[in-house]
């Protein structure tokens, strides 16, 4: 099946700093998506990105399906991006999402 | 518009008993899932369903059974725990109309067996 490989695994960032979080996946998607974690357990759907960029607020996506990889940005971070970022991909003809392992961030004030 | 339910949301089971997870969705979604979140290996799926009357299996779904009862409700049943099945259980959906191929979670289920 499918494989999804996030890098780096952990990140730790003083408030206020960007950064790049990478997904890389081993064959054609149909869909992909980013999401976050909060400390508490509970997981928010960040971006629908299965090619192309998207902006909202500080965050911003993007994917470049031919070279099978997408990029998570995080500008200006603060303390409440800390969490776990996975990212998630359903292959063609498959119905179902895989996800990676996923990447831990730590903000701190 | 509630999204997403799970009950319960915190459960403790001795081996060998059995307990059912309920999911309900109010986003008219067709596909529905179950995943199962340990330390260190990220989300798996368990079980998922792409529409009502289907069910097929995942990565990880010994020990489990599940049920589509309709278009809202999605369960996940476990017939005899074992302390493997010790997890955080998440219940999503995702609609493949409106706001298309975007998925949404429930809050999770804490299980611990013992």
């Known amino acids: 099946g499918i494989q999804v490989e996030q890098s780096p695994p952990d990140l730790i960032l003083q408030e206020g700093a960007n950064s790049t979080l990478r997904c890389n996946f081993s064959?054609?998607?149909?869909?992909l998506q980013w999401f976050h974690q909060n400390p508490w357990g509970q997981l928010i759907n960040l971006f629908y990105?299965?090619?192309g960029t998207k902006q909202n607020g500080r965050l911003s996506a993007t994917t470049v399906a031919t070279e099978r990889y997408s990029l998570l940005y995080i500008s200006s971070s603060q303390t409440t991006d800390s969490g776990v970022y996975f990212c998630?991909?359903?292959?063609?003809?498959?119905?179902?999402?895989?996800f990676g392992k996923g990447m831990k961030l730590t903000v701190n004030p | 518009n509630a999204g997403v339910t799970q009950t319960p949301k915190f459960q403790v089971l001795k081996t060998g008993q059995s307990m059912t997870l309920q999911c309900a969705q109010d986003?008219?979604?067709?596909?529905m899932y179950w995943y199962r979140q340990d330390p260190g290996m990220g989300l798996r799926l368990i079980y998922y369903?792409?529409?009502?009357?289907?069910?097929d299996k995942g990565e990880v779904p010994n020990g489990y059974n599940v049920s589509r009862l309709n278009k809202r409700e999605f369960s996940l049943r476990l017939e005899s725990a074992a302390p493997s099945q010790t997890s955080v259980y998440f219940c999503?959906?995702?609609?493949?109309?409106?706001?298309?191929?975007?998925?949404?979670f429930g809050p999770g289920t804490r299980l611990t067996v013992t």
């Open positions: 986003m008219n979604h067709n596909s």
């Open positions: 998630a991909v359903e292959g063609r003809g498959s119905e179902k999402l895989v």
């Open positions: 369903s792409a529409s009502e009357g289907t069910t």
């Open positions: 999503a959906s995702m609609g493949k109309l409106s706001s298309w191929g975007e998925q949404y």
């Open positions: 064959d054609s998607v149909n869909n």
């Open positions: 990105i299965p090619s």
